[in-house]
């Protein structure tokens, strides 16, 4: 339960700093649908959200836990540096 706190936690905040600066939000919201489970919209829960098991993978791989929850300025910058690498 901790760790669902955490991602809504995560959540909150990014959308607090989205509303002060809209190239965030643009960036985040581009992240998301890149992160979106493939055909999404034929299972349940009908929802453009990432799949568990690539989100806890990509988790283990970068932290080294799988139920790790990112701190927010590491979402920030991954936002921005797919932005800037993939010139979106």
């Not at 955490?6 to 190239?23: D, G, I, K, Y």
């Amino acid at each position: 339960m901790a760790a669902s706190r955490s991602w809504v936690s995560l959540t909150v905040r990014l959308a607090l700093r989205s509303l002060v600066n809209p190239r965030l939000a643009l960036d985040l919201l581009q992240t998301a649908w890149a992160f979106r489970r493939r055909r999404w919209w034929a299972a349940p829960p009908f929802l453009p959200v990432p799949d568990r098991t690539y989100v806890r993978w990509r988790m283990y791989t970068a932290y080294g836990d799988e139920r790790a929850v990112p701190p927010l300025e590491d979402v920030i910058r991954f936002a921005r540096w797919r932005r800037e690498t993939m010139a979106l």
